[in-house]
């Protein structure tokens, strides 16, 4: 359990990183990380991290995709996470 934790924590820090670079990106007018990049980073479990990435750098806030997409993905992945307790799935990640 304590494996998952590290790595649901480790991927938020990588999405969060992701938006500070592309934000710094967008300013200078560099190559980007793609917006698709960006969501399958979220949806494999950086949902939190990129949450917080777009509020603090004010970074794709106005994107219809992100400002709905990251807040659909965190509830989905909460409902998951719930569902998985509630029928004691649980232990199959405990392996």
Same mark, same amino acid.
Request: aromatic share 14%.
């Given at each position: 359990?304590? @494996?998952?934790?590290?790595?649901?924590?480790?991927?938020? @820090?990588?999405?969060?990183?992701?938006?500070?670079?592309? %934000?710094?990106?967008? @300013? %200078?007018?560099?190559?980007? @990380?793609?917006?698709? !990049?960006?969501?399958?980073?979220?949806?494999?479990?950086?949902?939190?991290?990129?949450?917080?990435?777009?509020?603090?750098?004010?970074?794709? !806030? %106005?994107?219809?995709?992100?400002?709905?997409?990251?807040?659909?993905?965190?509830?989905?992945?909460?409902?998951?996470?719930?569902?998985?307790? %509630?029928?004691?799935?649980?232990?199959?990640?405990?392996?």
């Amino acid at each position: 359990m304590k @494996i998952l934790l590290y790595a649901y924590l480790i991927i938020n @820090i990588i999405a969060f990183i992701l938006m500070y670079v592309d %934000k710094r990106r967008a @300013i %200078k007018r560099k190559w980007r @990380i793609s917006e698709a !990049t960006l969501m399958y980073v979220a949806i494999f479990g950086g949902s939190l991290g990129s949450l917080f990435g777009m509020h603090i750098f004010h970074h794709k !806030t %106005k994107h219809l995709k992100f400002k709905l997409g990251i807040p659909v993905i965190i509830l989905l992945q909460l409902a998951l996470v719930i569902y998985l307790f %509630k029928n004691n799935l649980s232990s199959f990640f405990l392996l």
